[in-house]
């Protein structure tokens, strides 16, 4: 029997959506790839830098570069302005137009991966936000995470599904029977936020990806019970010093 000819409409209605999945994707790795890049420059020019900030105006969706900031030195200092716009003599002064334009277009778009890392100031009630920089190799940064609370992880393995990027279980090394230890997560809850999205990054980025996640070939299940996704991947941790 002859399979019936599809409709050209259907055809072409769903070729768009995979291709309006697909430009989702890369706009989000390019928002962090934009931010990446400005990231590098403000560190070349202020090492200490960790934070952006920026005053952000909801009804147009536009900021205004306030200055740089490193992390607070005790827990009850306030972050430290390392660079204010209105400063014309610091280094970072003749960056000032691009970091506020590439600051912008990592936000620009709604479900833009960079909007995980913004926060408001709390230690000031002006419009004050601050963007977190990313760490120069997120991979190292998520092995020194895991294993403040887990100092024999090997490995993690991550669910792409939730949150962009979720770390499901904690691989601590090998059995005498050759399967891998799995040990349910034991970290605080600011861990957990830092790691999925430092995680939902590394999804989110075809290189860092391709490089750091590993098919699971069928080994882990979902510690929840749920049904693992087929986002579910292995992340070998790096060594840490």
Request: charged share 25%; hydrophobic share 40%.
């Amino acid at each position: 029997m002859t399979p019936a000819i599809s409709d050209p409409l259907d055809v072409l209605a769903q070729q768009r959506e995979q291709l309006d999945i697909e430009r989702r994707r890369i706009q989000k790795a390019h928002c962090l790839a934009v931010l990446d890049h400005i990231s590098a420059k403000v560190r070349r020019g202020c090492p200490e830098a960790e934070y952006v900030g920026f005053a952000y105006h909801g009804k147009t969706r536009e900021l205004d570069l306030l200055g740089v900031l490193g992390e607070q030195t005790s827990p009850l200092s306030g972050l430290p302005w390392l660079w204010e716009k209105s400063d014309e003599e610091h280094r970072l002064a003749e960056l000032a137009v691009e970091i506020e334009v590439d600051v912008q277009t990592a936000l620009e778009p709604f479900d833009s991966p960079a909007w995980a890392t913004v926060r408001r100031n709390s230690a000031n009630d002006g419009n004050l936000w601050l963007v977190e920089l990313p760490p120069p190799d997120r991979a190292a940064r998520i092995a020194e995470l895991v294993r403040e609370h887990h100092p024999e992880a090997t490995a993690i393995v991550v669910d792409g599904r939730s949150a962009g990027g979720r770390v499901i279980a904690v691989i601590e090394g090998a059995s005498h029977e050759g399967t891998d230890n799995l040990a349910r997560r034991r970290w605080t809850r600011e861990c957990d936020d830092a790691l999925t999205r430092l995680v939902a990054q590394v999804f989110a980025l075809p290189a860092l990806a391709d490089r750091h996640l590993l098919p699971p070939n069928g080994r882990y299940t979902h510690p929840d019970g749920g049904t693992p996704s087929d986002r579910v991947r292995l992340m070998p941790l790096p060594l840490t010093p």
